[in-house]
């Protein structure tokens, strides 16, 4: 398969989601996995702070359940890993047990 032909098939299971609130927001949600495209490696307090505001943006967002059934259609090894749907998945597809808001430790002053 082409490099376009992979493009297309990926995008083509991403659904529309309108109204999402992630988007236009990849370098949040970017940092979020521990590694930023533009910096690279992230201090634990930076992926913390990320995923925090991050699940602070799933959390009021509007296509938030149609988010999650899509990420729930997903086999675990296709999943995204980072904040997706108002969680934070693990490298192996998995939802973390202890990275939700009420566990993530706070850096500094809540927004």
């Known amino acids: 398969m082409s490099d376009w032909s992979t493009m297309r098939a990926l ?29 690279g ?16 943006v799933c959390r009021v967002c509007p296509a938030l359940m149609a988010c999650r059934t899509w990420l729930d ?18 490298a192996g597809g998995t939802p973390a047990k202890t990275a939700t808001p009420a566990t993530l430790p706070s850096s500094g002053a809540e927004s």
């Open 41 to 56: 490696r992230l201090t634990k307090t930076e992926v913390d702070d990320a995923r925090r505001e991050a699940l602070r």
């Open 73 to 90: 259609g997903l086999g675990v090894t296709r999943r995204p890993a980072g904040v997706v749907a108002g969680v934070v998945i693990t």
């Open 11 to 39: 995008l083509a299971g991403i659904p529309a989601l309108p109204g999402a609130r992630c988007k236009g927001r990849s370098d949040l949600f970017e940092r979020t996995v521990g590694e930023h495209r533009m910096t």
